[in-house]
Nanobody, 127 residues
Framework: QVQLVESGGGLVQPGESLRLSCAASRSTSSSFSIDTMGWYRQAPGKARELVASITRGGEANYADSVKGRFTVSRDNAKKNVYLQMNSLNPEDTAVYYC??????????????????WGQGTQVTVSS
């Protein structure tokens, strides 16, 4: 019921920055909101891990490895979530996936508690 499309990945050198964007859409014309949106990443041979998440009210959580470097934000009207990534290092290289859970009519009635994922966008940090 929800489609997520990421953008903004690319190749950068260590110390540089990238801004990832994710746009959520729904087939129905009814107004909706999303409880939690976030970003995960997965490097080859490694498990998928949470990078950052943010609630509809703006409460953010970060993995310890990115605290102080990454900032997650969202635009509830546009149904977008963003990840500003500063001071990137090679260990940040991964496919980054947008994620959301908790679809409501307006801001109230929960109608869908499934987890949705985007296709992913590649972030490569290399000198």
């Amino acid at each position: 019921q929800v489609q997520l499309v990421e953008s903004g990945g690319g190749l950068v050198q260590p110390g540089e920055s990238l801004r990832l964007s994710c746009a959520a859409s729904r087939s129905t014309s009814s107004s909706f909101s999303i409880d939690t949106m976030g970003w995960y990443r997965q490097a080859p041979g490694k498990a998928r891990e949470l990078v950052a998440s943010i609630t509809r009210g703006g409460e953010a959580n970060y993995a310890d490895s990115v605290k102080g470097r990454f900032t997650v934000s969202r635009d509830n009207a546009k149904k977008n979530v963003y990840l500003q990534m500063n001071s990137l290092n090679p260990e940040d290289t991964a496919v980054y996936y947008c994620n959301c859970r908790g679809i409501r009519l307006g801001d109230f009635l929960l109608i869908d508690d499934k987890t949705y994922w985007g296709q992913g966008t590649q972030v490569t940090v290399s000198s």
